[in-house]
């Protein structure tokens, strides 16, 4: 499950006993972003901040009082692609504290034994019953051209990809802009995070580069579609976000800049 929904449950049950007297701050990355954001509302007295990918960031408003004297954004969730969550309490992002979580929220919807369990499927569904559905799939074209994919995201920034396209497949874009952050805890500035088109319909689609490539650069693209409470909420994500996956792939020309004509991993 990606870390935004992951986080979803953990938010709406309040199963985690470090979170039953004071509700906490949520903390997603850019990648995480909207699944939360579309939701916070709907829980009262839930604060959000959206920062970028890197645990340097929610490391420091974790810290933002005990080390910097400022606002105290504890208790705090946080989480971004890849199953990354954690929170202040237990500073562990690779997977175990999200596993753990779970194992609370099932233990909770299982109190006797002795009845059927009530599993994660179900769980999910009761969920995307009550919020609506956010189906993710991600793109990785990995070894890409260094030169290639900065033109590739200077040419999204510069605003001629919506310039040279003029068919967008049904779409209307809301808005496309280079995701820039100002971090309220030390004010660093971190430029060029990415990029987003968000479309009028809920979906979008977020081009990064990772620093984590071992050769050359890696693009991903993230592609997110919301299908709500009353709409189909079985479906095969990879098929749900075909159509936005086309959209994206035209709008930032990915694949007569790069001469990909496939992503290197789909998840």
């Given amino acids: 499950m990606p870390t935004s929904c992951a986080l979803d449950h953990v938010c709406k049950k309040f199963d985690i006993p470090f979170f039953e007297v004071t509700l906490p701050l949520l903390g997603p990355g850019i990648a995480a972003w909207q699944c939360l954001s579309s939701r916070a509302w709907r829980l009262p007295r839930l604060a959000h901040s959206m920062v970028p990918t890197g645990w340097k960031f929610f490391g420091n408003l974790m810290d933002s009082k ?23 309490h237990v500073r562990e992002k690779d997977g175990m504290w999200a596993v753990l979580a779970w194992l609370s929220i099932l233990a909770t919807k ?10 994660i499927e179900e769980i999910n569904m009761d969920f995307w019953k009550e919020f609506g559905r956010n189906y993710y799939v991600r793109y990785d074209y990995e070894g890409v051209d260094k030169d290639a994919a900065n033109a590739l995201m200077k040419r999204m920034a510069s605003g001629d990809a ?52 071992v050769v050359g ?49 789909i998840t």
């Fill in 162 to 213: 919506l310039k040279e396209t003029t068919d967008l497949d049904g779409y209307t874009i809301a808005s496309a802009e280079v995701f820039e952050y100002r971090d309220p805890v030390d004010d660093s500035f971190s430029p060029n995070q990415g990029f987003c088109f968000k479309f009028t319909d809920g979906s979008r689609v977020v081009f990064r580069l990772s620093g984590t490539g």
């Fill in 217 to 265: 650069a890696t693009i991903r693209m993230y592609l997110e579609k919301y299908e709500p409470a009353t709409g189909d909420l079985d479906q095969a994500a990879t098929e749900v976000v075909k159509p936005i996956a086309a959209l994206g792939l035209k709008l930032s020309k990915l694949q007569e800049l790069t001469g990909r004509a496939e992503p290197t991993v």
């Fill in 66 to 88: 005990a080390i910097y004297g400022k606002e105290d954004y504890t208790p705090f969730i946080c989480g971004e692609e890849s199953f990354g969550t954690g929170s202040n």
């Fill in 110 to 119: 299982n109190p006797d034994p002795a009845k059927p369990l009530v599993g």
